[in-house]
């Protein structure tokens, strides 16, 4: 594993005691909650265990108790559930680190969630949960490097996009080969719409969800992918969302038919709970009512800073829309004519606070790479309505384009800051991408920064035109026919983009090939293509 010790040489700073003790703790924990006193269904780990966010010094750990998982609460009874938590230097739990108790409450969906501190940085550990008797499948996580170490290389895989029944999660067997340091996920973790069975290779197993009980039976659905599982047993992930985790192309407190807001934030908190009981992220992470701070920093050593956005909860109205749209509860226009509403620098799509931030942090950064992790292609999209040539341009207003000011800021702080060696990642559109980023205020200059979208896990763009308009919209490669994943190797001096597309999503044994290789000189922004 690129840039960790693995050597053991820890094991010597742990006494012997502490050796005994930690046997002897795994072995009472066997016994403590015992089923017999709980009348507890067997299969208590049936959704596997996740790390995240690793830190220097510590990482989250994931888990939630659900026996019965295709049920609202999970199977459990109504009542507060201890559970024991291991870290250990080996698989084996022969060098146990840091151990306690957690509580799983059934408010939350008896989901776990453990702030791990104490940790060596830039070392693997083993991980696992255990209560009522039973033990939990075995997680390999890691920390990340001390702040200003230096670091020899990342290597991280990044995805999004995983529709249920579009395809099977082939993509993550090959992403657990590739044996990366991080996961990153950005977003559409799940898709809220009703079974559809037209072209589907699975269903979901409940309706379209609208309250708490419906998406934890959506996330239990996902995450009881075995392919799922064994990426997050893997590699710590670090994940942000985008619109299928709530409802499809929502803007704030606004669904896609403009209804009633009050009625939709209610679904919107639902959601967001949902999210924070299946995810490995921080207690404070934790919603609070329909508000929950996604939008964070995770530093590794001096190699890297990734910036993980929140473009959802916080954007303002859609742009160019017909007047009384919302009134009136209809759906919104997706495609826009340029208006002058379009370009007004007041329109955000981070909302004021996490723009605010995000500026901060650009122009503090000493990281020799700063990754900006976000939802969907920041470049423009536009295109021509074949049918009505006349109307001139069109551009997506439910992505960047629809809020080209708050993107153009964020450009013009790489320059002005000198932001070292900035990179976008995304995800959304259900394809490969890649392109250059310019100054908003030099144009025709050389690039200042690199783009990439890393296809998707299993949805599929069904547009056969989308090559041609990439083409137009200035994208240095664009593919669409293939879901699958890109991987990002960095070092001081450098770093490669590989982006691996399945053979055949729709088959859970299917082969993988690289379909593009790009070359990231430290100190050269933009798209060096190497091989396609």
Known sequence: MSGFDLDGDAVSAISRRAVLAGAAVSAALLTVGARGAMHLPQGLFTLGVASGDPAADGVVLWTRLAPHPMEGDGGMPPVAMPVRWQVAEDERFARIVRAGEAIAQPGWGHSVHVDVGGLRPARRYFYRFIAGGEVSPTGRTCTAPAAGATVDRLRLCFSSCQKYEAGYY??????????????????????????????????????????????????????????????HHAAPWALTWDDHEVANDYAGALDQNNSDPVAFLRRRAAAYQAYFEHQPLRAATRPNGVDMRLYRILNWGQLAQFQILDDRQYRGPRACQPDGLVAA????????????????????????????????????????????????????QARIDADHPERGKQFSADTWSGYPAARERIFRRWAEAGTGNPLALGGDIHAFAAADIHDPAKRDGAPIAAEFVGGSISSLLHDPSFRQLAGANGLAFAENEKRGYGRLDLTAKGGEMVFRGLIDARREDSAITDIARFILPAGQPGIHLDTI
């Open 170 to 231: 082939a993509a993550y067997r090959h992403m657990v080969a590739d044996d990366p340091d991080l996961i990153l996920f950005l977003g559409d973790y799940i898709y809220e719409g009703a079974p559809n069975p037209k072209n589907a290779v699975r269903l979901h197993q409940n309706p379209e969800p609208v309250d708490l009980a419906g998406y934890r039976v959506r996330y239990a659905t996902y995450k009881s992918d075995p392919l799922l599982q064994a990426a």
């Open 329 to 380: 509860h209809q759906r919104y226009r997706g495609m826009i004519d340029a208006c002058a509403d379009l370009g007004d620098p007041r329109r955000t799509m981070l909302g004021d606070r996490q723009e605010q931030w995000l500026m901060a942090h650009l122009g503090s950064s000493r990281a020799q790479w700063n990754v900006l992790a976000q939802q969907t292609l920041m470049r423009q």
